[in-house]
C-alpha cells in the first residue's frame, strides 16, 4: 500500500509563501486523487485542496482560493501545495492522503492513507 509522507512545513511571515511536498512510497501516487487538509490546534480536521490522478483538476476551499495551488508531478511520486501569501490563520499542520477506493471525497473519514504532517507556522 501507498505509503505517504509530508515535508516543507516551517516557520513563515504573513506574506510569505511556502511549498509542502507529499512523497509516496511502497507504491504508485498516479492512481489516486491526493488531498490537503489541516488541523489547527485545538481543531478539527479541514479540507484544503484535491487535485485529481492526472493533476488536471484540481478543488480548493474557499479561505486558500486564489492564495494555494495543488500540482503533482506522477513521475516523482509527488505532490505539491504551493502557499502564498501567507496568513496567521494558516498556521496547522498540513496532511496529505489519498482515497483508495477513489471518488471525490471532501472529508477526513473518507480518505484511508495518510502522512504524518508538517507544521506550518505563520507569524503576523
Known amino acids: 500500500q501507498v505509503q505517504l509522507v509530508e515535508s516543507g512545513g516551517g516557520l513563515a511571515q504573513a506574506g510569505d509563501s511556502l511549498t509542502l511536498s507529499c512523497d509516496a512510497s511502497?507504491?504508485?501516487?498516479?492512481?489516486?486523487?491526493v488531498a490537503w487538509f489541516r488541523q489547527a490546534p485545538g481543531k478539527g480536521r479541514e479540507f484544503v485542496s484535491r487535485i485529481n490522478w492526472s493533476g488536471t483538476s484540481t478543488y480548493y476551499a474557499e479561505f486558500v482560493k486564489g492564495r494555494f495551488t495543488a500540482s503533482r508531478d506522477n513521475g516523482k511520486n509527488t505532490a505539491y501545495l504551493q502557499m502564498s501569501s501567507l496568513k496567521p490563520e494558516d498556521t496547522a499542520v498540513y496532511y496529505c492522503?489519498?482515497?483508495?477506493?477513489?471518488?471525490?471525497?471532501?472529508?477526513?473519514?473518507?480518505?484511508?492513507?495518510w502522512g504524518q504532517g508538517t507544521q506550518v507556522t505563520v507569524s503576523s
Open positions: 511502497g507504491g504508485r501516487l498516479s492512481p489516486y486523487a
Open positions: 492522503a489519498v482515497r483508495t477506493a477513489g471518488g471525490a471525497r471532501l472529508l477526513p473519514r473518507d480518505y484511508d492513507v
